[in-house]
């Protein structure tokens, strides 16, 4: 494999596709630098960010972005340079990713919930040079993490913290203490942008290389079909670094037509309803669980939610009987979002029947879009039900760094592979059905089945071990690990939780439950086919 440290991240379209996409105006050659200053320019005086106490037009929010710009090129930083990325929705995100985008550095993004060993696999397979990470959040302490990956990676050199640093580090804050950049550093417009990550349905999640091209075309175009508006705001309370509340219609979205954008350092109604009472939130985004906690507390909600217009809700299946009582209990319109960092948006649109609100996840985004049905084993599928494959101007052609990833993924024909089991409607919009590989969609966060049994096989008393997704009325999917010890071996689930928590991985990819057992009956000899296994095991004890 090459050296991550010397490999440019590209994401390439067959030359016939990327000049039909330049043709029809989905790409408009327009570079992150060149977009912030076309914003700014447009919106200079109208607020476009809140975030705590943090209040900034679009002028001043270019201007911090574009010292942010200067402080890194002045750090040693050259153009294409990965920095990874791990802050929570607050006052430091937006400026901080827009002044990397500024200075022609390529953004990794990572979640405020992964821990050193995630963190480490992302900055070895980008080479990213630095991390940025907040010194503390929700009461966990990222210093130690960050230390602990600078000592696995090489190719970190730098550390920046938002907050206090310990020796070695540098306050992040310092970075804006320096004159803004001009202009933003030249940047192809088919060239990365960033690297966000996949849902990790095979181990460790894969980078996913998204070019200015592609990502402007797909955030504009979904402010458009979301009716995001100047007089729009717009709440991020799903963790800003997720593909969903970026771009769909996202803080990106709402930005690119002029909206005030309103972080929530947490999606609980207890921090999410005070913001949407004060700044008058007329859109947000939330995966199903939420929305049903959102729903619940709103009964009996003290705070002002009738400015609220459109409710985004995507990340995993949200039931038509859940789907229903949004309207009647949030007093606003409901908008079914299904995609995939990978590309791929589908939305229901604000004047679609209410049938197809309630019962799809709606059509995509662009005419090209490219919608392929195939059966499990790759034979077209009959009768519009089929795992779904697709293309489009959006849609990446490979992940960074990934040849094995990649032949699994994509098609010769450059389809990629979903892994999603939909009904394809003769209206063309699109019911989810399910999944085909093995993977937990816990609350919207996608969780490799194969990973959890990788780590606790890794404790001492486990013999082997095999996790599959149950219904969960709340999560939509929770998991359930069935262990087999060694002969001998004693075990509570509790200190099997504890020991993978002590692995560094996020609290969400913890099993949700654990079932011991004698014995596996259908395999012979360790892990094998396991695809079946899960499925025997999902039956006998859940039917």
């Not at 630095?130 to 000592?151: K, W």
Request: with cysteine.
């Amino acid at each position: 494999m090459p050296d991550p440290t010397q490999t440019c991240p590209q994401q390439l379209w067959p030359a016939p596709c990327a000049a039909r996409y330049r043709a029809r105006g989905y790409w408009r050659g327009v570079s992150f630098g060149g977009w912030l200053d076309e914003i700014a320019a447009a919106h200079g005086p109208r607020e476009a960010l809140v975030a705590g106490t943090l209040r900034l037009s679009y002028d001043e929010l270019r201007n911090l972005a574009r010292a942010y710009a200067a402080g890194f090129l002045g750090d040693g930083f050259a153009p294409g340079d990965r920095v990874l990325v791990q802050l929570p929705n607050g006052p430091a995100f937006l400026p901080v990713v827009l002044g990397l985008l500024y200075a022609g550095l390529v953004p990794v993004y990572a979640l405020p919930a992964h821990r050193d060993r995630e963190i480490a696999h992302l900055v070895a397979g980008s080479g990213a040079r630095a991390l940025i990470c907040a010194e503390s959040y929700e009461g966990f302490d990222y210093r130690p993490l960050a230390e602990a990956v600078r000592a696995a990676c090489p190719s970190l050199t730098r550390i920046y913290i938002d907050g206090a640093p310990q020796a070695g580090m540098s306050r992040l804050a310092d970075l804006a203490d320096t004159a803004p950049l001009d202009a933003p550093v030249p940047r192809d417009p088919g060239s990365v942008a960033f690297l966000q990550i996949s849902g990790g349905t095979t181990g460790f999640p894969k980078l996913i290389p998204r070019t200015h091209d592609d990502y402007i075309y797909s955030f504009e175009a979904s402010a458009g079909i979301c009716a995001v508006t100047p007089r729009s705001v717009l709440l991020t309370a799903l963790p800003a670094a997720h593909n969903f509340p970026m771009s769909s219609p996202g803080y990106f979205g709402a930005l690119s037509v002029g909206a005030k954008v309103v972080m929530s350092p947490s999606p609980a109604p207890g921090a999410a309803f005070p913001l949407i009472a004060a700044e008058g939130v007329t859109h947000t985004g939330l995966v199903p669980p939420l929305a049903l906690l959102w729903m619940q507390a709103a009964k009996a909600a003290k705070h002002d939610l009738n400015s609220l217009e459109v409710l985004l809700v995507g990340g995993a299946k949200f039931t038509p009987e859940a789907a229903a009582q949004v309207r009647p209990t949030l007093g606003c319109q409901l908008q079914q979002v299904f995609g995939m960092a990978e590309g791929l948006v589908n939305y229901t649109r604000l004047d679609d029947p209410e049938e197809v609100i309630l019962n799809t996840q709606g059509r995509p985004i662009s005419p090209d879009d490219e919608i392929l049905l195939l059966d499990e084993d790759g034979a077209p599928a009959t009768g519009g039900h089929g795992v779904l494959h697709t293309r489009g101007p959006y849609t990446i052609r490979a992940y960074h760094n990934a040849p094995e990833a990649n032949a699994r993924a994509f098609t010769p024909e450059g389809f990629y592979c979903t892994g999603d089991i939909v009904r394809l409607r003769p209206d063309g919009n699109l019911e989810v059905q399910g999944r085909a590989g093995d993977h937990i969609n816990r609350a919207g966060e996608k969780v490799s089945a194969e990973e959890i049994e990788d780590n606790l096989i890794a404790h001492e008393a486990v013999f082997d071990a095999v996790v599959v997704s149950v219904p969960d009325r709340f999560l939509g999917e929770r998991s359930c690990a069935f262990v087999v010890l060694h002969d001998g071996a004693k075990a509570e689930d509790r200190a099997l939780k504890a020991f993978i928590r002590g692995r560094g991985i996020a609290e969400f990819k913890v099993p949700d439950q654990i079932v011991f057992t004698d014995r596996f009956e259908t395999t012979a000899v360790g892990k094998t086919d396991r695809k079946a296994l899960r499925a025997a095991l999902k039956k006998r004890h859940f039917a």
